[in-house]
Structures are given as structure tokens and as C-alpha cells.
């Protein structure tokens, strides 16, 4: 199948893109799956994510984002006041589904006349890491920027020297790109930026995987998984 077509000059286009322009901005309403539950950002979520981090005693979890371990609820406070304001990038609290905060990622870099939109931001506490909640999180995040909104294009990118992030990507069904090099300077380092991406042809694919994977068939008495999302 060509991914082209050819004008009357004889040159190669890109082919026709149907729907309308642009797309329309994430809205607010929660997300809402088996495991988790995912809330737009409010400054009453500050205690429990302060109580969650706090779990990552040394703080490497906090070594490729923008900030850095939080000293007290008092400047976890701020933080998220300062996340529940923003409206780009458009911060989203994974919370268990008794409430609890657990998490955090955001919609960012949101392109909506070219329907584009990137995930960020991510931070797992350790209550949250590793376990089917983390993965249902982001299938809800790109369900709603495919199924609800439309977008063309769902990115990641990260530190390219942050294996576990460059790993989690192409677990949950991201192609790689390309490195950025000397992207960003970024805690004072240079930061060379690797990115990952899926288009909406490639959506209904791993939707079918993900929604295979989480389905209750897939887990056994104690919780763990029959078979893993890279290998259905």
C-alpha cells in the first residue's frame, strides 16, 4: 500500500486526511478502567502523591524529570497547585479506585490542528510501578486521545539514557523514531531526547492487545499476569 500519491507535476504527496481541524482539546472527565481511576489534577491531591513519592527513599525515580525530590508536603503542595493550573501540559492524578493517588502523567504539546498530542510527565510512585494499574493507565490516556478525540499521532519521549523509559514505550506498542541530539539542557546536563510514537492506523491494533491483556482472563488467583502485553 503506497503511503503516497503523485500530483499532476508528477511529484509525490502525502495522501488526503479525512475529519476536521482542529481536534478538540482533552477534556476533563475522569477515566475510569479496572484498576485505576484518572482525575484532572487538584491541589487536594497533594498529600497522598507526597506520601506516595516519599516511598522512593533515594529519589531515582525523580533522576530524568524536570524536578527533584520533594523536601515536604509543603513544597508538594505548590507543586501540584502549581500542575492543577496548568492547562498545557494538562496534568491527570492516577488514582486507585478507592481515591487514592498514586501517580501522575499529563497530555502535553497538545497540537490540535494537527491533531498531535504527546504523553508526559509520568511519574509512578512506587505503589504504582510495575503492576497492571501503571499499563491501564496509559491504554485509558490514549484511548481517550484515539477513540474520544481523534488525534492522528500519540508521542513519548524521553531521556534517551533512561532505559526503563525507553523500555516501558515500546512495551506498551511505541515505535522509535530517532534521537535528538543536544536536545535540551536539562538539571544543569545535556539531555539527548528519544522519540516514540503511535498513529491512529496503528490504534485499533493495540487497543485489541491491551484490552486482551487486562481482560480478568489473563491473571491468575494471586493477581499476575498469564501471558505478557508485548507477547499477545
Request: with cysteine; glycine share 8%; charged share 25%.
Amino acid at each position: 500500500m503506497t503511503d503516497h500519491r503523485t500530483n499532476d507535476h508528477g511529484q509525490p504527496i502525502g495522501l488526503p486526511v479525512e475529519g476536521s481541524f482542529p481536534r478538540p482539546f482533552p477534556r476533563n472527565a475522569p477515566m475510569t478502567g479496572r484498576f485505576v481511576r484518572l482525575e484532572q489534577t487538584r491541589s487536594e491531591h497533594a498529600p497522598a502523591l507526597y506520601e506516595a513519592f516519599a516511598r522512593d527513599d533515594g529519589g531515582a525515580n525523580w533522576t530524568y524529570l524536570p524536578g527533584a525530590p520533594l523536601r515536604d508536603l509543603a513544597e508538594a503542595q505548590a507543586w501540584i497547585e502549581s500542575c492543577a493550573k496548568s492547562t498545557d501540559p494538562l496534568f491527570q492524578t492516577i488514582c486507585t479506585l478507592d481515591g487514592t493517588p498514586v501517580g501522575i502523567a499529563s497530555y502535553l504539546r497538545i497540537d490540535q490542528a494537527n491533531g498531535v498530542i504527546e504523553v508526559g510527565h509520568i511519574h509512578f510512585s512506587p505503589l504504582l510501578q510495575r503492576s497492571p494499574a501503571a499499563t491501564e493507565a496509559m491504554y485509558l490516556m490514549m484511548k481517550r486521545a484515539f477513540d474520544e478525540l481523534g488525534y492522528r499521532r500519540y508521542e513519548w519521549k524521553c531521556d534517551a539514557l533512561n532505559g526503563p523509559s525507553r523500555r516501558a514505550a515500546e512495551r506498551l506498542g511505541f515505535s522509535y523514531e530517532g534521537t535528538f541530539r543536544q536536545a535540551v539542557v536539562t538539571k544543569g546536563r545535556n539531555r539527548d531526547t528519544a522519540w516514540f510514537s503511535i498513529i491512529d492506523s496503528e490504534w485499533p491494533t493495540l487497543r485489541a492487545r491491551f484490552e486482551a491483556w487486562l481482560d480478568p482472563s489473563n491473571f491468575d488467583a494471586e493477581g499476575q499476569q498469564i501471558a505478557r502485553l508485548q507477547d499477545l
